[in-house]
């Protein structure tokens, strides 16, 4: 799990949005930086995921950075992330949720639906 969470945030980190097929789309989003007056704290400008239940569709993009990284042809790449998304169906079922390193938590409640949560730092 960590080589995929590691894959989608450097994706994120190049890219507006990094699809897990089946699961859904993560989106980077920039917080600009601010400052907390009650604290006297400035905060540097962030970036952030946020998830879209609705994007499933295999763009590629994943399945590309996987070739790439590992050396291996695109079929290959298809098959490395179609274990990838099953091992992390098959987590939320039986945990109800799956830590994506660096990037957030994603949950799936008792009726199907999926949330996240994305990390403190960013991304």
Do not use: W
Not at 37 to 47: C, G, I, M, W
Not at 59 to 64: E, K, R, S, V, Y
Not at 89 to 118: H, K, W
């Amino acid at each position: 799990m960590n080589d995929l969470s590691h894959h989608l945030s450097h994706l994120l980190l190049e890219n507006d949005c990094a699809i897990l097929p089946s699961i859904g789309g993560f989106m980077a989003r920039d917080i600009p930086a601010y400052y907390v007056e009650d604290e006297q704290l400035f905060f540097p400008p962030t970036r952030t995921a946020v998830f879209n239940a609705a994007l499933t569709a295999n763009d590629g993009l994943l399945a590309q950075q996987l070739m790439q990284s590992h050396k291996i042809s695109y079929g290959e790449a298809c098959h490395l992330l179609e274990r990838y998304v099953d091992e992390i169906t098959d987590t939320l079922l039986l945990e109800g949720s799956v830590e994506l390193n660096g990037i957030g938590t994603l949950r799936q409640d008792i009726e199907g639906a999926r949330s996240f949560m994305p990390c403190a730092e960013g991304l």
